[in-house]
């Protein structure tokens, strides 16, 4: 399935909306990436802080499908409870509060997340997420103190 639109904005409610289907469908090894490959570009690139648990360079559909493999085995919950974006031709900045409760320890934050996202020829072909402070999402992904 190819993308018929450009417009950015069209593309990210797609994506999110693909994304939450994928999610509830039971997301890795249970849904198919198939919901979510329209809106990538196949040479998309997603630069995660190392530091994080799904931390990294993802490339292609490949590398999303792993991502989204790592968050799951991450995040029991990953909650996006507000968005703002700012968009031009072929760039967004999307700040989202999220709230997330880690799989190993059954902690909960509420963070917020800022990313710079790119598009090429009407898909998404680079994110770069901003975390505000990495070590407290560590902390509660690795931490067993409640």
């Given at each position: 399935m190819t993308r018929s639109t450009t417009d950015p904005m069209t593309v990210l409610t797609g994506m999110y909306a693909a994304e939450a289907a994928y999610l509830a469908a039971g997301g890795p090894g249970n849904a198919s990436f198939e919901l979510l490959a329209p809106f990538f570009h196949p040479s998309v690139v997603l630069y995660q802080a190392e530091n994080l648990p799904y931390g990294g360079i993802w490339r292609g559909h490949d590398g999303m499908e792993r991502f989204f493999r790592a968050m799951s085995d991450t995040w029991e919950e990953f909650d996006l409870l507000e968005q703002?974006?700012?968009?031009?031709?072929?760039?967004?900045?999307?700040?989202?509060?999220?709230?997330?409760?880690?799989?190993?320890?059954?902690?909960?934050?509420?963070?917020?997340?800022?990313?710079?996202?790119?598009?090429?020829?009407?898909?998404?072909?680079?994110?770069?997420?901003?975390?505000?402070?990495?070590?407290?999402?560590?902390?509660?992904?690795?931490?067993?103190?409640?």
């Open positions: 703002r974006f700012l968009i031009s031709a072929e760039t967004a900045v999307v700040h989202t509060e999220v709230r997330a409760r880690a799989r190993a320890t059954g902690r909960e934050l509420t963070f917020p997340i800022l990313q710079t996202i790119t598009f090429t020829e009407g898909r998404i072909a680079e994110v770069r997420p901003f975390y505000w402070d990495t070590a407290a999402v560590v902390g509660i992904c690795t931490s067993t103190d409640r």
